[in-house]
């Protein structure tokens, strides 16, 4: 049982908006940043979304990430068949005093 | 630019040890701190903790207290998780990220491709 909560599954069609959701608690998601990874399976995560909006150099603007309260949203607009992928969300947990994961979402471009 | 690589796949018994290297490139290694993260098969994210690469400073979550140690060789740019008492439970892809930030709460900006451990009587 993941700390962080995602859906298992997102999907859309090429061209679609599609977004994935990641809810925790005041002890992680609320007081600290997020992150965002994608992962092609077979490979390693990749930083997709960093500090809860930032996208890092190469990352595309169809990805966007966006915050309220205890919940944070990954945005995917223009899907691609390359964006089959697992998503990730991650952050620090004050109460645990170590780095919380959700369970990942699979998203499939139909 | 920032380099992560692991050493290779490793096949252990239970009860056994194993330990992984991650070499680290394109930056210098005491001024960002090593992450180890976990992937079993089919699963998430697990955090196995993390070493400051100035002072070797070191700090594991509770689940892995006692049965993880991270060390590093600044001269060599090198970063270790050693795992202990393996059981199967414990096969899984063992992967290192650079900590974008000296504070423990910054994410992880480049990872390792990861080394394969196999538990297996």
């Known amino acids: 049982q993941s700390v962080l909560t995602q859906p298992p599954s997102a999907s859309g069609t090429p061209g679609q908006r599609v977004t994935i959701s990641c809810s925790g608690t005041?002890?992680?998601?609320?007081?600290?940043?997020v992150y965002w990874y994608q992962q092609v399976p077979g490979t390693a995560p990749k930083l997709l979304i960093d500090?809860?909006?930032q996208r890092p150099s190469g990352v595309p603007d169809r990805f966007s990430g966006s915050r309220s309260g205890t919940s944070v949203s990954l945005a995917i607009s223009g899907l691609r068949s390359e964006d089959e992928a697992d998503y990730y969300c991650?952050?620090?947990?004050?109460?645990?005093?170590?780095?919380?994961f959700g369970g990942g979402t699979k998203l499939t471009v139909l | 630019q920032v380099q992560l690589v692991q050493s290779g796949a490793e096949v252990k018994k239970p009860g056994a040890s194993v330990k992984v290297a991650c070499k680290a490139s394109?930056?210098?290694?005491?001024?960002?701190?090593i992450h180890w993260v976990r992937q079993a098969p089919g699963q998430s994210l697990e955090w196995m903790g993390r070493?400051?690469?100035?002072?070797?400073?070191?700090k594991y979550p509770q689940s892995f207290q006692g049965r993880v140690t991270i060390t590093g060789d600044t001269s060599a740019s090198t970063a270790y998780m050693e795992l202990t008492s393996l059981t199967s439970d414990d096969t899984a892809v063992y992967y290192c990220?650079?900590?974008?930030?000296?504070?423990?709460?910054?994410?992880?900006?480049?990872w390792g491709q990861g080394t394969v451990v196999t538990v297996t009587s």
């Open positions: 991650a952050a620090w947990d004050d109460s645990l005093s170590g780095w919380v």
């Open positions: 394109g930056y210098t290694f005491a001024s960002f701190p």
């Open positions: 005041t002890s992680n998601i609320k007081n600290r940043y």
């Open positions: 500090r809860d909006t």
């Open positions: 990220a650079r900590g974008e930030g000296s504070s423990d709460w910054y994410g992880f900006d480049y």
């Open positions: 070493l400051t690469g100035g002072s070797g400073n070191t």
